[in-house]
């Protein structure tokens, strides 16, 4: 079996990270894909997110009507910190038999380096970057180069569209009273109004 793994805070998930989704299940012909909510990011430990079951209820909602998306609260459950590369391992020990494909965005190239154990990543699991169609960055491709050369990750890239959406776009803008809709599900817009969320802080 083929599993794709997406992290990140999803405070709240939103059509960016559901397309992603969906452009890397059919070009690498996934079988699933899991959307794994942080429990503490050890690069945002001071950084307030909403409580971990709403983030996990949210990203439910966005996902219920794609029988090939899960969500696991595999860090969630966790004490402590957590980094990638354990999660990766506990998911590797759960589905021995399968493979593992790391879906990043390309902001994830200039951080990974402070990343725990960052070298084993590529013998875990293949890590696939997001290139986004009609970027032509160097830097980009530079850092790509670096990163192979001087630590031996490799990286497959697949295109998609361009989606300028952020979870902190959406925060601003109820935060704001601004409209939110067609930048993420209705359900999970609708669940934000009627839990009154984000309507207390900004920016986080």
């Not at 998930?13 to 699933?32: C, N, P, S, V, W």
Request: neutral net charge; glycine residues 6%.
């Amino acid at each position: 079996m083929k599993i794709g793994i997406m992290g990140g805070t999803f405070d709240p998930i939103h059509f960016g990270h559901l397309i992603m989704a969906e452009y890397a299940r059919e070009t690498l012909d996934l079988d699933k894909v899991i959307f794994v909510p942080t429990g503490i990011h050890p690069l945002k430990v001071n950084k307030a997110i909403s409580p971990s079951h709403i983030r996990v209820e949210m990203i439910s909602l966005a996902i219920e009507s794609n029988s090939c998306f899960e969500v696991s609260t595999i860090e969630i459950d966790k004490e402590g910190i957590s980094y990638t590369i354990d999660t990766l391992r506990l998911l590797k020990g759960k589905y021995k038999s399968s493979e593992l494909y790391f879906i990043l965005g390309t902001d994830i190239l200039f951080e990974i380096e402070k990343w725990k154990d960052f070298r084993q990543l590529s013998r875990i699991c293949k890590l696939v970057l997001f290139h986004r169609a009609g970027d032509t960055d160097s830097i980009v491709e530079d850092k790509i180069r670096q990163l192979k050369m001087q630590y031996g990750l490799k990286f497959e890239k697949i295109e998609s569209p361009k989606i300028e959406i952020s979870s902190t776009e959406i925060r601003n803008r109820v935060f704001n009273n601004k409209s939110i809709k067609y930048m993420l599900p209705q359900n999970v817009e609708e669940y934000i109004a009627g839990n009154n969320l984000y309507k207390g802080d900004t920016n986080v």
